[in-house]
């Protein structure tokens, strides 16, 4: 897609010169070396290519999808990240697709995206990338699913990478420029940019849970976690309950003043809400109508073997994902004859994700033992009950796989919206086919017509399962009428759109009316320093008005 065919979400954008720099873990591409890395893509995305001539691919995963689209064909658009290979980075490029056809000539096409990679050595992608973002913050992030694994040392690599990379964002801007950092891997960056580059108009986005404060007090860095985010203007969750979680901890950690969706720090006011991130619907509908996608679905259904029912899990390999729940709901299913092979079949594609990091290895042996049970006892010859695909595929592999899908399972344990369920609803034009949503999904607050389950309680996981397999095709269509009417309100185009919007309005701080106030005088607290203790804080994990985990 380019931005010319739905208009610039960020065309009213008044700061400074209008340049916008996003800042993001990793960089929106991977380098094809060889031959091509042995990723299922194609199309557009293996296609593009740097000015040194090396090739590069669209990286899969939820942030690369929603922000390409954004930045392509923009001039003065840069995006600071790192390569995903360790070591020295190549030196900035801007990239360029190959002309598309032959009336546009020899030239390759600009797409005006500046690249500022930053360099990461093999002990510093171990210490702050697999360490503190992955096995410290995402697990306590996360309800604490897996338990948190604490290290000072990880901590102090946390520190100086997001150094590194707030340094890089300084270089590239221009005054006034508006930067847009995102995720977990980058809390600190924030302030680092503030204190350096006052000028600027910061935001952040949280694209995963904010914890409820109990469990966030658990954060050995949890003062300076909260001071890092406070640095931006904007800070931006999915849901509203994430914000409120933050807002009720900045007011209970530091003490400062709050005015409904806004916190007083250092003379400056920082708004905190939620924008629930979405997908390229035209893009996904386009896929799922194309004759060569169907084609496709059809094929794939030829495959399995026609089976009444096809039951589908899309997900990157992760334990926040509750494929193990759901495999153990199916086998259930299985055992007790609500479900039979092989008019059933499940599709399990399980994108391999952070294979370094312990918990990850666990996941994907107890996942692989999972599928062998419920093969052994319930597949036959040329026909296995779970069909486990751990792959990364092309779009339209996808779309083709949403289209075949009569039931889509999605179930995490927590997740900050889960593009998943948004893709699945936004390719079923044909309104057919069911989603099974665990209501700990942001995307729950959205796709309030999906057959929710809390995947915590297998009976319930069973029980919207079977309820999905067996909907009556009429009211499957009007579930799905009504998820389809939520979605073409917002897609990601609204999301960017209202998230620049309210990093504009920022400047003009909380107005007179606009929340309450809920200082109350006594409630700072004694701080410490960042890695110190402080007095009261016990009260403020335990206390009554903090709001409780629940997602829908
Ligand atoms: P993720 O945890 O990665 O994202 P999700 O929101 O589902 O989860 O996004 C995954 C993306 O990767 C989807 O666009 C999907 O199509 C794609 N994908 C999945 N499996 C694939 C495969 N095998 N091959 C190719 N592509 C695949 C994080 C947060 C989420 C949040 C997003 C965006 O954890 O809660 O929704 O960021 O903010």
């Not at 399980?350 to 049970?373: F, I």
Request: glycine share 10%; with cysteine; proline share 6%.
């Amino acid at each position: 897609m380019t931005r010319d065919e739905g208009g610039d979400p960020l065309s009213d954008d008044a700061q400074g010169d209008g340049a916008f720099v996003v800042v993001a873990n990793r960089l929106p591409v991977d380098e094809v070396t060889g031959n091509g890395n042995g990723h299922a893509g194609s199309g557009a995305e293996e296609n593009l290519r740097s000015a040194d001539g090396r090739v590069w691919r669209r990286s899969p995963g939820g942030l690369v999808a929603a922000l390409y689209p954004l930045l392509i064909g923009r001039e003065h658009a840069t995006w600071v990240g790192w390569t995903g290979a360790p070591g020295g980075a190549p030196e900035p490029f801007e990239l360029v697709e190959p002309a598309a056809n032959a009336a546009d000539g020899p030239e390759p096409n600009r797409t005006g995206i500046r690249l500022e990679p930053v360099p990461l050595s093999q002990q510093e992608l171990d210490e702050y990338y697999e360490g503190y973002a992955n096995a410290t913050i995402w697990p306590l992030y996360h309800d604490a699913v897996q338990t948190p694994v604490h290290h000072r040392q990880w901590a102090a690599a946390n520190r100086a990478v997001n150094r590194r990379f707030a340094e890089a964002v300084d270089r590239v801007s221009p005054p006034g420029a508006t930067v847009w950092v995102h995720d977990y891997q980058l809390q600190l960056v924030p302030a680092m940019l503030r204190e350096r580059r006052p000028d600027l108009r910061i935001g952040f986005f949280l694209h995963i849970p904010f914890p409820p404060v109990e469990l966030f007090m658990q954060l050995p860095q949890r003062l300076e976690v909260v001071r890092g985010l406070l640095g931006a203007d904007l800070v931006g969750f999915q849901t509203p309950r994430a914000a409120q979680n933050f807002l009720h901890l900045a007011h209970q950690l530091l003490g400062v003043r709050r005015r409904g969706q806004w916190v007083e720090t250092d003379g400056r006011w920082v708004r905190a809400d939620s924008f629930p991130i979405s997908i390229d619907v035209d893009e996904m509908r386009r896929l799922a109508d194309s004759p060569s996608v169907r084609e496709r679905a059809a094929e794939i259904r030829d495959e399995l073997g026609h089976p009444k029912v096809m039951i589908l899990g899309v997900d990157r390999l992760d334990y926040t994902k509750g494929i193990g729940q759901r495999l153990r709901a199916y086998r259930e299913l299985l055992t007790e004859g609500r479900l039979s092979t092989p008019d059933t079949v499940l599709v399990q594609v399980a994108t391999p994700s952070r294979e370094r990091v312990e918990h990850y290895g666990e996941l994907r042996e107890d996942v692989e033992r999972e599928v062998g049970h419920i093969n052994g006892e319930f597949g036959r010859v040329g026909a296995p009950a779970v069909h486990y695909l751990r792959q990364s595929y092309s779009r339209e592999e996808l779309a083709a796989l949403y289209l075949a899908a009569d039931v889509m399972a999605v179930t995490p344990l927590r997740d900050g919206m889960n593009l998943v369920a948004k893709e699945y609803v936004a390719a079923r034009g044909d309104l057919r086919g069911a989603l099974v949503l665990s209501e700990f999904a942001g995307s729950a607050l959205e796709l309030k017509h999906a057959y929710m389950c809390n995947p915590h309680d297998i009976n319930s996981v069973k029980d919207a399962l079977v309820r999905a397999v067996e909907a009556e095709p009429g009211t499957a269509a009007k579930r799905m009428t009504a998820m389809r009417r939520t979605l073409r309100y917002h897609d990601v185009r609204r999301w960017a759109t209202d998230f620049m919007a309210g990093l504009r309005t920022t400047a003009e701080g909380p107005r007179q009316g606009s929340g309450a106030d809920r200082t109350r005088p006594g409630a700072k607290m004694a701080k410490t320093g960042d890695s110190g203790t402080t007095t009261g804080h016990a009260s403020a994990a335990t206390g009554g008005e903090g709001p409780d985990r629940g997602a829908a």
